[in-house]
């Protein structure tokens, strides 16, 4: 019998300068960075297994929800953390919370 694969959902904060005057990201544009940190750090053969899906993303709130497989959690949150500048201005992106329920992350989300 095949095991169905488990889903996780991580909640990350994204932190940058006070004086930065980032440009509005939408989730399409934060994906591809975030996929080409996975591809150069990674490698396609671990890039093929994440299973990512970016769940939820507030620019404004600077906030977002991906959803991964439980076995690369880990690699996500790594890939996450080593995004160290979008449109060359400094960030640092945190992850919050890690959860197999969207509906406890979305919870958190409502105190940031």
């Given at each position: 019998m095949i095991k169905k694969e488990k889903q996780r959902y991580i909640l990350f904060k994204i932190i940058t300068e006070p004086e930065t005057k980032l440009?509005?990201?939408n989730k399409k544009d934060f994906l591809e960075i975030l996929w080409s940190v996975i591809w150069n750090y990674f490698g396609m053969n671990t890039a093929n297994k994440m299973g990512l899906w970016l769940a939820e993303f507030d620019w404004n709130k600077r906030y977002g929800i991906i959803r991964?497989?439980?076995i690369t959690k880990e690699i996500t949150i790594s890939a996450l953390s080593l995004i160290k500048k979008i449109n060359n201005e400094r960030i640092v992106i945190t992850p919050i919370k890690t959860s197999g329920v969207i509906n406890?992350?979305?919870k958190m989300v409502d105190n940031l």
């Open positions: 440009t509005i990201l991964c497989s439980h406890k992350i979305q």
